[in-house]
């Protein structure tokens, strides 16, 4: 250490915290007390210029919330593009099917029975199986 530009003070700890602060300075491989409490200083110190300035903090929030709503935006219309799609294949099913509105009700419910149970992973080829037919 450069003790010249080094300063001794006298600190009044709980003999607790001290307990604690060893052990964290051993498990977290500090060197000394001092390196200890100086680090924890210089940390303490440095959050509270942050909080005080917190430019950075302000830029990511920015940042982070014009992503999400970019985000939010692209998820959005590929549901509305989806959606679109699958409308099409009803309307063709239904011109081809001759269904009453009580089997579609009933397929509709067994359809949301299905998504429920398996997470949404419902496979075309196990529904063609015969597998949900339990």
């Known amino acids: 250490m450069d ?13 607790g915290l001290v307990k604690r602060a060893d052990k964290f300075a051993k498990e977290q491989g500090f060197s000394s007390r001092n390196e200890l409490f100086s680090r924890a200083v210089e940390s303490l110190m440095a959050d509270s ?5 917190d430019i950075l903090g302000d830029k990511l929030a ?35 099917s001759e269904y009453t509105p009580e089997q579609v009700e009933e397929m ?11 997470r949404g992973k419902v496979s075309l080829g196990d529904i063609l199986a015969g597998y949900y037919d339990d």
Do not use: C, H, P, W
């Open 49 to 53: 210029d942050l909080q005080d300035n």
């Open 108 to 118: 509709r419910r067994e359809a949301i029975n299905n998504v429920r149970r398996t």
């Open 62 to 96: 920015e940042a982070v919330l014009k992503l999400s709503e970019d985000n939010a935006k692209a998820i959005s219309k590929g549901l509305f593009r989806y959606a679109v799609q699958l409308e099409m294949v009803m309307r063709v099913l239904a011109e081809l």
């Open 3 to 15: 003790s010249e530009n080094m300063q001794r003070i006298s600190l009044y700890l709980d003999r």
